[in-house]
């Protein structure tokens, strides 16, 4: 049985260039924090505050519960056997089965969150992040933007880099990276935050994200803004039909690799 979070959470409505401003008067106390328009909701902005197991007694009295469910025994169905990707097997953390031989196992117990493995976006993300590994260009740090169960960023933990920040605006999913990130043994080298990505700064030689294409439209500039001089871009998230439409929404940045694989595509971009 997956272990399961309890969560509260409020929102702060204010204006967008306000949100900062209430973050440091208000979130100082909480576990994360996401915007409105981080978020993809549209209407009138607000910040939302949430805050972890660790942190129930700090929120304040009027925040709602959040409980994650247990969806244990719907991955048990159906998430039972291992999927190969470049130099990994994933396999599911309840399959008492040992990886093939030279494969380096990620073990996953997804909760709520995307990303077993058992979807081909997973499978091409992981295939580039392998590739840029052979070819000596994966960097010491890493953001990985929509990072669900984390698998990415245990994933480049596992190939070296030395610190991966997990980024997502579900509090659920942050469990689940935080859950899996100790399962791989690379709990000291992943960090998961429950933060939209306008609320976090910094520049990346190596930026992932693998969400659906209107998010990825939308986050463009902001994940443009987070690669610094010479990084690279892994996206992925949308189908082969909707590659060109991506593409121009990150230009100017340059095509380095792309992948498909049953109708999915990725892409590997550099500034």
Known sequence: MTQISIWKTK?????????????????????????????????????????????????????????????????RENFCRPFRAGRFEVLPKWLDEAPDEGLLPIRIDPGMAFGGGDHPTTRLMLRLLCGLEERGLLPDEVLDVGSGTGILSIAAALLGAKRCEALDIDPFCMASAERNAALNGVAGKVTPLLLSLDLHGGLYRLVMANIVASQLEKLATELKGRLAE?????????????????????SPLRLAAESGEEGWAALALER
Do not use: Q
Not at 24 to 35: C, D, H, N
């Open 11 to 75: 929102d702060i409505p204010c204006a967008s260039e306000n949100f900062l401003l209430y973050l440091e008067r208000m979130g100082k106390s909480a576990t994360g924090a996401v915007t409105s328009s981080g978020s993809g909701i549209v209407g009138k902005p607000f910040l939302r505050l949430f805050w972890g197991p660790e942190k129930l007694h700090e929120a304040p009295a009027d925040a709602e519960t959040m409980v994650e469910e247990d969806w244990s025994g719907y991955w």
């Open 230 to 250: 010479g990084g690279i871009l892994l996206l992925s998230g949308f189908t082969e039909d909707k590659k060109t439409i991506v593409r121009e929404h990150f």
